[in-house]
């Protein structure tokens, strides 16, 4: 009885939460306009799709963007994290920590807002650089924290040892710490590539005229009448994001599965 | 000057933090000398060697090599390896590929290189582990491969740094026996660091003993466990007794309350003085035997050890420990005797030795 109380109470959770996306991805196949009624199976709206202008515009944006944010943050943050390691002093290394993380916890609007006023201050026009400048901004974080961690696990002693057998400092880092940190460098660019594609608030407060992203695209159609080739674009990003996040996590569920394999006593 | 290899030149180290970890080093090592720092956790043995590798700058002091300065060369570019205490094995390298890593950095000649890592691998008993992965090996196989990594270099130092800490016991007995032996045939200068006193005494042309940042005595193995300098190296190196004493004049010492003959001179007239005697080295008589001038104690306790029996005598206020293959009764009265040669006389420090549970807690 207990059981049966405890899984019916999961499935209508599940349902709350995926019943909508469902309801998204099979309308995206129906040959109908209409929301409620199935008029059988189509591919029409993902053709449509492919014919609006405005969306392959925004959907090449978004890519643009996406890629370029999610390089140049992997890029800052990676340092930023060897920089965070390598700090002696303990207390300042958190200091530091708590900075880097701070932006994560603040919500998207303040950093939206805060972003605008200071491309406003800087007297910076609102378009492609400052929409990338900020999606970088705002993946920074998240690439530190997909790094460090992996940095963390090394033997300190590896960078030393490069060095003793005639490496130089550039030559350690490239030939020893990179290829040992490479999975927390990857996971961490296509976090940031996730958040990218994904982001809105902050796109809407620092882009300008002319420069639109999908999500941004989306919303502007959506509030002219819902169209069903909004469904399919929709279900289209679900499932981008859905297999990037599948990705980004599979080396953790590879290492849970390994961790509780090696607990179980010999 | 110009002969050594190496020379340490009054070495001294100041952390960031304030913490004076080397108060003043000097040292010199020789070509294909085996020369051990030794001394408890904490006393600087590890600076040392950093400060040799280059992975360190000494606040103050000078390191020739060769009777140049290198205290300003980064690591890469001094011709001396190091086999760290973890290993620092490369882990997305296989053994032949770490192995490899100093020759490639140096651009040598791909087929000669491959060539030379069998032959380390021989070296190092581990023909045929080439492709494996260095994480599926155990402790003792990965220490091989990081000393193979550091000779392929033949570097003039090696320098290892506790490198047998991780290692069981048995493992560490045929690994002291295997470095030696690698030590001896290759013809490379080692610098060895270990707080372990037996491994020191058994591996080592010379033993540097260490203290608080300060070097206590320096000599062969044989000079520090005989004649050690002061209380401090006495007690490190093996279990023994020191008592506190008084030396009269020339080759008379009172200690234990009571006037021995011994072997030293020159320490002046009524000087207090530092008396250190191995348990080996104290043979008891039952207390019938009436030999005049030996102190009388009762034992305390008998102990099987295996080769010998350990036993605690009370002498007064004093507990002498001894070493013996013949078993006295707890309770017996019997009298202490050691032979003149085997008094050891010290100038007195300041050392006071911490209570024996710690003591025996580190041996
Ligand atoms: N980077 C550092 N910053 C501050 N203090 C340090 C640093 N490195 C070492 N010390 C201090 O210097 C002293 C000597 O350290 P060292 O590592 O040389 O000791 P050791 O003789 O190798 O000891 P062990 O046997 O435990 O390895 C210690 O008290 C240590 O805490
Ligand atoms: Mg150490």
């Known amino acids: 009885m207990m059981r049966l109380l405890k899984r019916s109470y999961m499935s209508l959770i599940m349902l709350f939460l995926y019943a909508p996306i469902v309801l998204l991805i099979v309308f995206s196949f129906n040959a109908g306009r209409s929301r409620g009624l199935w008029g059988g199976f189509s591919l029409h709206w993902y053709a449509e799709l492919l014919r609006d202008q405005q969306i392959l515009t925004a959907l090449r944006n978004t890519l643009v963007i996406g890629l370029s944010a999610a390089a140049i943050s992997t890029v800052i943050g990676g340092l930023g994290a060897i920089g965070l390691y390598q700090l002696r002093r303990k207390g300042l290394r958190q200091a530091m920590l708590s900075l880097a993380n701070l932006p994560m916890l603040n919500s998207e609007i303040v950093t939206g807002v805060s972003l605008l006023m200071l491309y406003a201050a800087m007297r910076m026009e609102l378009g492609f650089v400052t929409l990338l400048l900020s999606h970088v901004a705002f993946c920074i974080p998240y690439v530190v924290l997909s790094v460090l961690p992996k940095l963390r696990q090394l033997d300190p002693h590896l960078a030393e040892a490069a060095q003793d057998l005639g490496a130089t400092p550039f030559k350690a880092f490239c030939r020893v710490i990179l290829p040992d940190i490479m999975p927390g460098v990857f996971s961490g660019f296509l976090l940031a590539f996730t958040l990218s594609i994904d982001d809105f608030v902050i796109s809407l407060f620092t882009t300008g005229p002319g420069v639109t992203n999908l999500s941004i695209t989306i919303f502007s159609m959506a509030r002219r009448g819902i169209s069903p080739k909004l469904n399919a674009l929709s279900a289209v990003i679900f499932v981008v994001v859905l297999t990037l996040l599948i990705i980004i996590n599979l080396p953790n569920f590879k290492q849970q599965n390994k961790k509780t394999r090696k607990e179980i006593p010999i | ?363």
Do not use: W
């Open chain 2, 1 to 363: 000057m110009q002969d050594h290899l190496i020379v340490l030149q009054d070495l001294r180290m100041v952390f960031g933090d304030g913490y004076e970890a080397l108060k003043g080093v000097n040292l010199y090592i020789d070509q294909n000398e085996f020369l051990t720092l030794l001394g408890p956790s904490g006393c600087g043995k590890t600076t040392t060697l950093r400060i040799v590798g280059g992975f360190e700058k000494p606040t103050s002091g000078d390191v020739l090599y060769r009777g140049k300065s290198i205290v300003n060369l980064p690591p890469y570019r001094r011709n001396i390896n190091t086999v760290f205490q973890r290993y620092a094995l490369f882990p997305h390298m296989n053994v032949a590929q770490n192995i490899s890593f100093g020759p490639d950095m140096r651009k040598e000649d791909r087929q000669k290189t491959a060539r030379r890592v069998l032959e380390m691998l021989e070296l190092v008993n581990l023909s045929g582990f080439e492709k494996r992965s260095v994480k599926t090996l155990s402790g003792g196989q990965q220490q091989r491969v990081a000393i193979a990594r550091a000779l392929i270099n033949k570097p003039d130092v090696l320098l290892l740094d506790e490198p047998l800490g991780a290692l069981d016991l048995k493992l560490r007995k045929e690994m002291q026996g295997e470095l030696k032996r690698i030590q001896v045939e290759s013809g490379i200068t080692f610098l060895y660091v270990t707080h372990d006193q037996e491994e020191a005494l058994t591996m080592s042309d010379t033993v540097v003993v260490m203290r608080g940042g300060e070097i206590q005595q320096i000599g062969t193995p044989q000079d520090i466990y005989n004649e050690p300098k002061n209380a401090f190296v006495a007690d490190f190196i093996g279990e023994s007794n020191i008592y506190a004493g008084t030396m009269v004049k020339d080759k008379r010492a009172i200690f234990l309350g009571c006037e021995f003959n011994c072997v030293d001179k020159g320490f002046g007239q009524n000087v207090p003085i530092d008396v250190v005697l191995r348990p080996e080295d104290v043979k008891l008589k039952p207390a019938e035997a009436g030999i005049d001038g030996a102190p009388q104690g009762t034992v305390l306790s008998t102990l099987f050890k295996g080769v010998h029996y350990e036993m605690r005598v009370l002498v007064g206020e004093d507990v002498v420990l001894v070493h013996s293959t013949h078993a006295r009764e707890p309770g017996a009265e019997v009298l202490v005797t050691v032979a003149p040669s085997d008094i050891h006389i010290m100038h007195k420090s300041d050392y006071v030795r911490e209570n024996d549970e710690e003591e025996e807690g580190l041996m």
